[in-house]
Nanobody, 120 residues
Framework: QVQLVESGGGLVQPGGSLRLSCSASGTIIATDVMGWYRQAPGEQRELVASITRGGRPNYADSVKGRFTISRDNAKNTVYLQMNNLKPEDTAVYYC??????????????WGQGKQVTVSS
């Protein structure tokens, strides 16, 4: 059984910063790509950023230069540092990871989601 547990998020004023963390736990053999998606009310879920096991990042154009994704392979954890936040960044943010587990082989897992609200 693999779980992704997210932390961080909350309410911040425009221009502020927040950090999200996501840790994978369970019978994990290996991890591959890890990343963050977000979904605003009435919108489709979209990719925010992803990172390979080797550390190569990929960002949505809307967050380039403001968000930084990183990971700690030893801890099976991925982070999202969000700076210069804008009201349009308001959404529920979901962790996503490709994980090889003893019971399920390779598959994608999702976290439960964390609310990020940017408002004055």
């Amino acid at each position: 059984q693999v779980q992704l547990v997210e932390s961080g998020g909350g309410l911040v004023q425009p221009g502020g910063s927040l950090r999200l963390s996501c840790s994978a736990s369970g019978t994990i053999i290996a991890t591959d790509v890890m990343g963050w998606y977000r979904q605003a009310p009435g919108e489709q879920r979209e990719l925010v950023a992803s990172i390979t096991r080797g550390g190569r990042p990929n960002y949505a154009d809307s967050v380039k230069g403001r968000f930084t994704i990183s990971r700690d392979n030893a801890k099976n954890t991925v982070y999202l540092q969000m700076n210069n936040l804008k009201p349009e960044d308001t959404a529920v943010y979901y962790c996503n990871a490709s994980i090889l587990a003893w019971s399920d082989g390779w598959r994608w897992y999702w976290g439960q989601g964390k609310q990020v609200t940017v408002s004055s």
